[in-house]
Nanobody
Framework: VQLQASGGGLVQAGGSLRLSCAASARTFTGYAMGWFRQAPGKEREFVAAINWNGGSTYYADSVKGRFTISRDNAENSVYLQMNSLKPDDTAVYYC???????????????????WGQGTQVTVSS
């Protein structure tokens, strides 16, 4: 599976961005999808995940209420709508896929099998 993320950029605090990720999977619905991010000097961290039909979504506490993950199975794509952005959201954002249609309830167990190349999000204060 190849993942191509896009949509990053520079935005002021309080602004919005929408990240997109296109997947090459033949059976996209066989994969749970997620977004992770890595800030300079920090470890990569979980941001959000979605199950195969979009019926279940999970978020890191730091983004809950501000970010929304969604997917369009007809387009083999997953999205991350980011609102009320803060400087702490500055990071490289990675799209990820897991060879399981469901997301573990314990999101620390969401261990992707495939990663995209990352897209830079910079939030200025």
């Amino acid at each position: 599976v190849q993942l191509q993320a896009s949509g990053g950029g520079l935005v002021q605090a309080g602004g919005s961005l929408r990240l997109s990720c296109a997947a090459s999977a033949r059976t996209f619905t066989g994969y749970a999808m997620g977004w992770f991010r890595q800030a300079p000097g920090k470890e990569r961290e979980f941001v959000a995940a979605i199950n195969w039909n979009g019926g279940s979504t999970y978020y890191a506490d730091s983004v809950k209420g501000r970010f929304t993950i969604s997917r369009d199975n007809a387009e083999n794509s997953v999205y991350l709508q980011m609102n009320s952005l803060k400087p702490d959201d500055t990071a490289v954002y990675y799209c990820a896929a897991r060879r399981d249609p469901q997301v573990p309830r314990t999101t620390t167990l969401f261990r992707p099998d495939y990663w995209g190349q990352g897209t830079q999000v910079t939030v200025s204060s």
